[in-house]
Structure formats: structure tokens, C-alpha cells
């Protein structure tokens, strides 16, 4: 496509709810990235896949969250038994092979109820 | 620990001046550094990279300069408009080959009219 497409756009859940997030990377795009953004900081890194592999996964925060890119495209990034501290824009970027810049999508806010 | 620092307030300038930002990161030997402008609601849109070995990079009205003595990137606008007011992060790469970048807070750039 001609950007990255994150979907839900929102997603509320209930403290101890599974979410699953999706991202539909640029066609091509080798490399696929999830970053966490808590309101007025940077984006945080969580993970990151050259096209199936999942090469990075040191910032995850906890073994509730998972991560897969099965097919090295579209991706996945599940959060089990939702906390509170959960609750931030999650937003996955893409590239190409090689060192350039991220194309970001827009990326979803979840709240933790 | 690695840490990269932002001016944390906002930046406010008359249109048509040059706006001037500062990222300074401790702890690092970066292979390259990235701009980024974020707009609300929206995720990050890629400006410039800049590698270790390259002095200053330029963009139509974009400027940035890569200083690893003084561990110092500026990133300068010219001739501003209000439409460039966004917060504007930069990105290291996390080095020793590892492809996640690690962003700034961002300094918010208000371009007055």
C-alpha cells in the first residue's frame, strides 16, 4: 500500500482484556518496527522483524506482550491481561533493507479501563 | 546509560526566521542520527538522516548538522512558516549493528505568524 496502515485506530479494553493490534506494512518493506508512545515522550523501542524473523525483542516490557510477523508482512502485537500501564499510542514503522528512515503508520491508542 | 536530550519547552519563533533545535545524546557512538516531525494524533514522518562521518546534511529548507565531539546534532529550519509547527524528535541508531532507533522527547516548534 502506499503507507503503513495500523488498525484499530482506538481500542479501550478492560484491565485483564487481550488486545491484538495489526499493521500493515509498505509492500516491500523488509524491516517492520513496533514502538510504544506514552503521552509527551518519544517513541519507545519493543521490537523489531527482518521480514519473518523477529530479530529484536528487547523492549518488550513483559512476557504479556507478543509479537508476530508470520507471513513477513502484516504484523501482529498482542498485549495479554491488559494493566493500566498499558495505555499509550503503539505505533509500528516500516523500511526498507538497508540503513534509511522509518515510514510510521498512525498508529493505535489504547486505553487500559 | 544511553540518554539523548531535547529541549523539553516549547520553541516559539516569528515566521520567516530560522528555527534552531538541539539534540544532545551522552553515552553513544552512533552510526547515524535521524529527524523526525510529529504532528498530533499522527505518527512520526522521517525528515533527514545524517551519518557519523558526514558533517551536515541539507533539505530544501532543512539543515542538520552531526557534531560526535561534542555529541551534538542541530536541526535548523530557514525561512519558518506556522505550517512547520509540530514537535520534532531525533533518532540514534541503538549501535553495535542493532537496527531500532532510540528517539528524544521532541522539542515542540510553534511558528507564529
Known amino acids: 500500500g502506499a503507507g503503513v496502515s495500523q488498525s484499530p485506530r482506538y481500542k479501550v479494553a478492560k484491565r485483564g482484556q487481550d488486545v491484538a493490534l495489526r499493521c500493515d506494512p509498505i509492500?516491500?518493506?523488509?524491516?517492520l518496527f513496533w514502538y510504544q508512545q506514552a503521552l509527551g515522550q518519544g517513541p519507545e523501542f519493543l521490537t523489531y522483524?527482518?521480514?519473518?524473523?523477529?530479530?529484536?525483542k528487547s523492549g518488550l516490557p513483559s512476557d504479556r506482550f507478543f509479537a508476530e510477523r508470520p507471513e513477513g508482512s502484516v504484523s501482529t502485537l498482542k498485549i495479554q491481561r491488559t494493566q493500566q500501564e498499558d495505555s499509550a499510542v503503539y505505533l509500528c514503522?516500516?523500511?526498507?533493507?538497508?540503513?534509511?528512515?522509518?515510514?510510521f503508520g498512525s498508529g493505535t491508542r489504547l486505553t487500559v479501563v | 546509560s544511553q540518554k539523548i536530550e531535547q529541549n523539553s519547552e516549547a520553541l516559539n519563533i516569528q515566521e520567516g526566521k530560522t528555527a534552531t533545535l538541539t539534540c544532545n545524546y551522552t553515552?553513544?557512538?552512533?552510526?547515524?542520527l535521524q529527524w523526525y516531525r510529529q504532528d498530533p494524533g499522527r505518527g512520526p514522518v522521517f525528515l533527514l538522516l545524517?551519518?557519523?562521518?558526514?558533517k551536515e546534511k541539507r533539505k530544501e529548507r532543512l539543515k542538520v548538522t552531526f557534531d560526535t565531539t561534542l555529541k551534538q546534532s542541530l536541526f535548523h529550519i530557514t525561512a519558518s512558516q506556522p505550517a512547520d509547527s509540530a514537535t520534532y524528535l531525533c533518532?540514534?541508531?541503538?549501535?553495535?549493528?542493532?537496527?531500532?532507533?532510540?528517539f528524544g522527547s521532541g522539542t515542540r516548534l510553534q511558528v507564529q505568524p
Open positions: 514503522a516500516s523500511s526498507p533493507q538497508g540503513i534509511d528512515g522509518y515510514t
Open positions: 509492500s516491500g518493506h523488509v524491516s
Open positions: 522483524f527482518q521480514n519473518e524473523a523477529q530479530l529484536d
Open positions: 553515552n553513544y557512538s552512533p552510526a547515524y
Open positions: 545524517i551519518r557519523e562521518n558526514e
Open positions: 533518532a540514534l541508531d541503538m549501535g553495535t549493528g542493532r537496527r531500532a532507533l532510540t
